[in-house]
């Protein structure tokens, strides 16, 4: 894979992230007053960071002992492209006397947040494929 599919892709796939966080963050602040709410939030980057971490350093990721064949392997390059976001439950926090852990106005910092890297990735592929078109027009 070549380094502007690379690129194209990892974009892609961080709007599709960024996307869901404002859904996310979204819901969070919709639901700040009902009782015994709990907010979400959308982990990706650590993951990201740990398969692109083992597709160059295979060596230094983590080995699992099998004592039999049928046993999960854990030898297999973990793709980067394999890497889904995963909304995690903070339940173990309560803000509110309801029960709800909603702050709102740290989700509408969120979202204002979510919104201006959404834009800067919109702004970051749209420079990719102007870098294509400056080759293609020589």
Do not use: C
Not at 57 to 83: A, C, E, G, I
Request: hydrophobic residues 30%; glycine residues 0%.
């Amino acid at each position: 894979m070549n380094d502007f599919t690379k690129s194209v892709e990892l974009l892609h796939k961080s709007l599709d992230v960024t996307s869901l966080r404002y859904q996310v963050s979204a819901n969070n602040l919709s639901m700040s007053e009902v009782p015994n709410f709990k907010r979400s939030v959308v982990n990706f980057e650590s993951e990201l960071k740990r398969a692109l971490d083992n597709q160059s350093n295979p060596k230094d990721s983590f080995q699992m002992t099998r004592t039999d064949p049928r046993h999960l392997s854990s030898d297999k390059p973990y793709s980067w492209q394999d890497v889904q976001p995963r909304r995690v439950l903070d339940y173990t926090t309560t803000s509110k006397a309801n029960g709800n852990n909603v702050d709102a106005e740290t989700e509408a910092n969120n979202i204002l947040q979510i919104q201006m890297q959404y834009r800067l990735l919109t702004q970051l592929t749209n420079f990719e494929f102007s870098q294509i078109n400056k080759v293609l027009k020589k």
